[in-house]
């Protein structure tokens, strides 16, 4: 009995000590960024962009990063922007706890929130940090950041669609002025005040859109004999690859002049490529860092989604005047306004999915007007400097 006492005794004694240090402790006006990202993706070119923005800011930052953060590129642009870094010694991945508060298997993910909260009020103490922001796609990971007394951005790049345990909701009563959350599109904003119970704390879930790297001259629209129809994404079920090869063998059998590709990786890609393997029409290239190319080849850009918070690839196929066809779940309705700067269907229905392409093939005039209200749309919403003007905002009142 006395050796389980201990167990909770030790680590919460320390856990009020190290709070009360830090609340004592002279602090540098400096960030801490806890950044979840992968080799790959959205949220990486995020975690990036967001170095770029602090730096232009000023600000001063430390990051904490794995091992297999720790990349050259991710090591030449911290080199670059003057930035420090910490490995990450523990991984807390996602805590989550039973609905009822007093169930006995909440025990353990309360040993592991201790345990988190210590090693970052050390980390905090340590490098003498003032504030912290954080960018998860990962919906609910490191929730327990609200707990920290610090002020703390809470950047997420994903839609929820599950609601909090009562225990991780009460984290989130410190939602303030000081502790405010940003999604990426006006949808995630309002799944986030829906579902983690956020509608008195409004004034503190904004929500910014991601944007696509400024392009210096519009793309010049292209009448091609051939006509190549684009997507971008991870070849995940939540891209929808499979729906995507049934309504691309569909569109090439009418037109035998159209391709089309999936620039990607993931865990379907294999699969995918051996149900098309037959199909020279229809190819399925894998992951491709230069993605310019590719936006300049093409003519009409793809994406059948069945989950987006936002669409980067999207804004990138706008950026190129790029007329595009999407379904209409989640935030790629708010992005694309349909019949103007783009097409949108209903998901998972393949003969919408067909109209909308061929109508796009089959009207090149069609097409070049609706790649050039994409474009116009990119520069007024989904630009760098429309994303750094809001951001300089957001930051400015979280700081002061």
């Known amino acids: 009995m006395f050796r389980k006492l201990k167990k909770w005794t030790k680590p919460l004694w320390f856990l009020i000590v190290r709070y009360?240090?830090?609340?004592?402790?002279?602090?540098?006006?400096?960030?801490?960024?806890?950044?979840?990202?992968?080799?790959?993706?959205?949220?990486?070119?995020?975690?990036?962009?967001?170095?770029?923005?602090?730096?232009?800011?000023?600000?001063?930052?430390?990051?904490?990063?794995?091992?297999?953060?720790?990349?050259?590129?991710?090591?030449?642009?911290?080199?670059?922007?003057?930035?420090?870094?910490?490995?990450?010694?523990?991984?807390?991945?996602?805590?989550?706890?039973?609905?009822?508060v007093l169930s006995k298997f909440n025990i353990n993910p309360l040993k592991k929130t201790?345990?988190?909260?210590?090693?970052?009020?050390?980390?905090?103490?340590?490098?003498?940090?003032?504030?912290?922001?954080?960018?998860?796609?990962?919906?609910?990971?490191?929730?327990?950041?609200?707990?920290?007394?610090?002020?703390?951005?809470?950047?997420?790049?994903?839609?929820?669609?599950?609601?909090?345990?009562?225990?991780?909701?009460?984290?989130?009563?410190?939602?303030?002025?000081?502790?405010?959350?940003?999604?990426?599109?006006?949808?995630?904003?309002?799944?986030?005040?829906?579902?983690?119970?956020?509608?008195?704390?409004?004034?503190?879930?904004?929500?910014?859109?991601?944007?696509?790297?400024?392009?210096?001259?519009?793309?010049?629209?292209?009448?091609?004999?051939?006509?190549?129809?684009?997507?971008?994404?991870?070849?995940?079920?939540?891209?929808?690859?499979?729906?995507?090869?049934?309504?691309?063998?569909?569109?090439?059998?009418?037109?035998?002049?159209?391709?089309?590709?999936?620039?990607?990786?993931?865990?379907?890609l294999e699969k995918c490529r051996l149900s098309v393997a037959q199909n020279p029409n229809i190819q399925f290239v894998g992951f491709d860092a230069d993605v310019e190319k590719w936006y300049q080849k093409a003519h009409i850009y793809f994406q059948p989604s069945l989950k987006e918070s936002f669409g980067i690839a999207v804004a990138g196929a706008m950026a190129h005047g790029l007329p595009s066809v999407v379904s209409d779940k989640e935030a790629l309705p708010e992005i694309i306004d349909n019949h103007v700067s783009g097409l949108v269907y209903t998901a998972n229905l393949p003969e919408y999915a067909v109209k909308a392409i061929n109508e796009l093939i089959e009207d090149s005039a069609k097409r070049i007007v609706i790649g050039k209200n994409a474009r116009r749309v990119y520069l007024e919403k989904f630009n760098p400097d429309i994303w750094q003007n809001l951001m300089t905002k957001l930051f400015n009142k979280w700081i002061y």
């Open 20 to 100: 009360i240090r830090l609340k004592c402790a002279a602090a540098d006006d400096k960030i801490l960024l806890v950044a979840e990202f992968g080799a790959y993706g959205g949220t990486r070119t995020y975690f990036f962009s967001l170095l770029r923005f602090l730096h232009s800011q000023n600000y001063k930052v430390v990051a904490e990063l794995s091992e297999h953060q720790q990349d050259p590129e991710v090591m030449a642009l911290l080199k670059q922007l003057g930035y420090s870094y910490i490995t990450r010694q523990y991984d807390f991945g996602r805590i989550a706890f039973q609905p009822k």
């Open 114 to 268: 201790i345990h988190a909260l210590n090693e970052y009020l050390n980390i905090l103490y340590q490098q003498k940090v003032s504030r912290i922001a954080v960018s998860v796609g990962s919906p609910d990971k490191y929730l327990y950041f609200f707990l920290l007394p610090l002020p703390l951005l809470y950047i997420v790049h994903t839609v929820t669609d599950e609601r909090l345990d009562n225990i991780r909701a009460f984290w989130l009563r410190y939602l303030n002025r000081k502790k405010q959350l940003i999604t990426v599109s006006e949808y995630s904003a309002n799944a986030m005040i829906k579902y983690w119970g956020l509608t008195k704390k409004i004034a503190n879930v904004h929500y910014v859109y991601n944007y696509y790297p400024k392009l210096q001259d519009e793309k010049e629209s292209k009448i091609d004999e051939s006509l190549l129809v684009l997507t971008i994404g991870s070849v995940e079920w939540y891209k929808n690859p499979e729906f995507w090869v049934q309504t691309a063998q569909e569109i090439t059998r009418k037109h035998q002049h159209t391709f089309f590709y999936w620039l990607g990786d993931g865990s379907m």
